[in-house]
């Protein structure tokens, strides 16, 4: 092999582990100034953020129907993201209340994001959800516990709202997360999280589940397949 093959494949080399280092991060940009929720993803706010996908289920099959873009934003106070849900039929909890809690929540249609701040700890974090009709549910997550569920309790503040297209069968769902809920740092650039992107979709027959980072288990707590946020000031090119 000559000096200038040798290269090449130096280079492909690095551009794979680039690429493949890319697969497992979301950057969050930051924003200026903290804003009302808007589920619109061609507004300025969500536009100015990369969007990342989930498409495959827990164990990496593809899932090219349920495609689901997800953006994110963050600000001296509050960390934001953007679901973007196609959809073949919702599965929707009867008398939704949107005023507290909605427990179990996860048995209908959600998004959800897995996100912890402890490196060391990668099986404590925080768990959110929300439903097409706008339900909710935070949790603090502590794998070691038997019923890890009951970290339901926990309340972080956070804030959603949610659109349905029926239309163009796509549902739409933004979070405003309180940083202090999630971590006690100074929100910075350069800062990281580790994350996973999830969503539940249809009813029992034709379930479907949703990964940004596939966790090779029927469940979404398996934190050793999470993926990285970072905090930045501007995408990178």
Same mark, same amino acid.
């Given at each position: 092999?000559? +000096?200038?093959?040798?290269?090449?494949?130096?280079?492909?080399?690095?551009?794979?582990?680039?690429?493949?280092?890319?697969?497992?991060?979301?950057?969050?940009?930051?924003?200026?100034?903290?804003? %009302?929720?808007?589920?619109?993803?061609?507004?300025?706010?969500?536009?100015?953020?990369?969007?990342?996908?989930?498409?495959?289920?827990?164990?990496?099959?593809?899932?090219?129907? /349920?495609?689901?873009?997800?953006?994110?934003?963050?600000?001296?106070?509050?960390? /934001?993201?953007l679901f973007?849900?196609?959809?073949?039929?919702?599965?929707?909890?009867?008398?939704?209340?949107?005023?507290?809690?909605?427990?179990?929540l996860w048995?209908?249609?959600?998004?959800?994001?897995?996100?912890g701040s402890?490196?060391?700890?990668?099986?404590? /974090?925080?768990? %959110?959800?929300?439903?097409?009709? +706008?339900?909710?549910?935070?949790?603090?997550?502590?794998?070691?516990?038997?019923?890890?569920?009951? +970290?339901?309790?926990?309340?972080?503040?956070?804030?959603?709202?949610?659109?349905?297209?029926?239309?163009?069968?796509?549902?739409?769902?933004?979070?405003?997360?309180?940083?202090?809920?999630?971590?006690?740092?100074?929100?910075?650039?350069?800062?990281? %999280?580790?994350?996973?992107?999830?969503?539940?979709?249809?009813?029992?027959?034709?379930?479907?589940?949703?990964?940004?980072?596939?966790?090779?288990?029927?469940?979404?707590?398996?934190?050793?397949? %999470? +993926?990285?946020?970072?905090?930045?000031?501007?995408?990178?090119?």
């Amino acid at each position: 092999m000559n +000096g200038s093959a040798k290269v090449c494949v130096v280079v492909a080399l690095l551009v794979a582990v680039a690429v493949a280092a890319d697969d497992k991060l979301i950057e969050s940009v930051k924003a200026d100034d903290d804003v %009302f929720l808007t589920t619109n993803p061609d507004s300025s706010f969500w536009r100015s953020g990369p969007a990342v996908y989930a498409e495959r289920d827990t164990y990496g099959k593809p899932l090219p129907r /349920y495609r689901t873009q997800i953006r994110s934003r963050w600000t001296e106070n509050n960390l /934001y993201f953007l679901f973007v849900c196609p959809y073949d039929e919702l599965y929707l909890k009867p008398n939704p209340d949107t005023s507290t809690d909605t427990f179990k929540l996860w048995d209908w249609d959600v998004a959800e994001v897995f996100i912890g701040s402890d490196f060391q700890n990668i099986r404590r /974090y925080k768990e %959110f959800e929300v439903s097409p009709q +706008g339900e909710w549910i935070d949790l603090d997550i502590d794998l070691t516990k038997p019923q890890h569920e009951d +970290g339901w309790k926990w309340n972080s503040g956070f804030q959603v709202s949610t659109r349905i297209d029926r239309k163009a069968k796509t549902w739409y769902a933004a979070m405003r997360i309180p940083l202090a809920a999630i971590d006690q740092r100074q929100p910075a650039e350069g800062l990281t %999280f580790r994350v996973n992107l999830f969503r539940a979709q249809g009813p029992p027959a034709q379930r479907k589940y949703i990964s940004w980072q596939p966790t090779m288990s029927d469940s979404f707590h398996v934190p050793e397949h %999470f +993926g990285t946020l970072k905090l930045v000031s501007s995408p990178a090119r």
